[in-house]
Antibody
Framework: QITLKESGPTVVKPTQTLTLSCTFSGFSLSTNGVGVGWIRQTPGKALEWLALIYWDDDERYSPSLRGRLTITKDTSKNQVVLTMTKMDPVDTGTYYC???????????WGQGALVTVSS | DIQMTQSPSTLSASVGDRVTITCRASQSITNWLAWYQQQPGKAPKLLIYRASTLESGVPSRFSGSGSGTEFTLTISSLQPEDFATYYCQQYSTPSPTWTFGPGARVEIK
């Protein structure tokens, strides 16, 4: 059974850096073709893909957010971490961790982490 | 970027109704399209991928069709648990530039 769970701060101040962790089970990020990514849901932009990291350390980023995002993985801990710099109130929303691959669709999602950007 | 649009944005229907939601892409995506259902406060749930393939465990009253730039999601007989928001997502472009539609909310009439 595949499960994913996000963790991190619920509130960050503008200009700060957000760090979110995704802890997963039921699969290995060292398996050929497997990836873990992040999707967010904001009032302004609905659902938006942010970043994805594959089993072979290939990192992919949304072009519009590329300079602000970093995704890393710790295979031994079954964990993926997303950092987003220069947070702004428009970044307020729910951040989901998802199991993905090269296929492009995601059958497994975490429960989501609500992040509010406010001073 | 490939832009995705959905219509209608909100649909009022009754239990037992046949419901159709349309998703359009700004350019051809062949059949690289998925549909998701989202209940309030929950993560999206995958219903259909490759435009018409039903995800395991999804009731057969859900079906998808289309190719190129126009796609439809049909619920043959609406059930109480189907009142939710539905999103389409294209995945024809390199990861992770995949894009979602704005959503279509199915509400109780």
């Amino acid at each position: 059974q595949i499960t994913l769970k996000e963790s991190g701060p619920t509130v960050v101040k503008p200009t700060q850096t957000l760090t979110l962790s995704c802890t997963f089970s039921g699969f290995s990020l060292s398996t050929n073709g497997v990836g873990v990514g992040w999707i967010r849901q904001t009032p302004g932009k609905a659902l938006e893909w942010l970043a994805l990291i594959y089993w072979d350390d290939d990192e992919r980023y949304s072009p519009s957010l590329r300079g602000r995002l970093t995704i890393t993985k710790d295979t031994s801990k079954n964990q993926v971490v997303l950092t987003m710099t220069k947070m702004d109130p428009v970044d307020t929303g729910t951040y989901y961790c998802v199991h993905s691959g090269y296929s492009g669709y995601s059958a497994y999602w975490g429960q989501g982490a609500l992040v509010t950007v406010s001073s | 970027d490939i832009q995705m649009t959905q219509s209608p944005s909100t649909l009022s229907a009754s239990v037992g109704d046949r419901v159709t939601i349309t998703c359009r892409a700004s350019q051809s995506i062949t059949n690289w399209l998925a549909w998701y259902q989202q209940q309030p406060g929950k993560a999206p749930k995958l219903l259909i991928y490759r435009a018409s393939t039903l995800e395991s465990g999804v009731p057969s009253r859900f079906s998808g069709s289309g190719s190129g730039t126009e796609f439809t999601l049909t619920i043959s007989s609406l059930q109480p648990e189907d009142f939710a928001t539905y999103y389409c997502q294209q995945y024809s472009t390199p990861s992770p530039t995949w894009t979602f539609g704005p959503g279509a909310r199915v509400e109780i009439k």
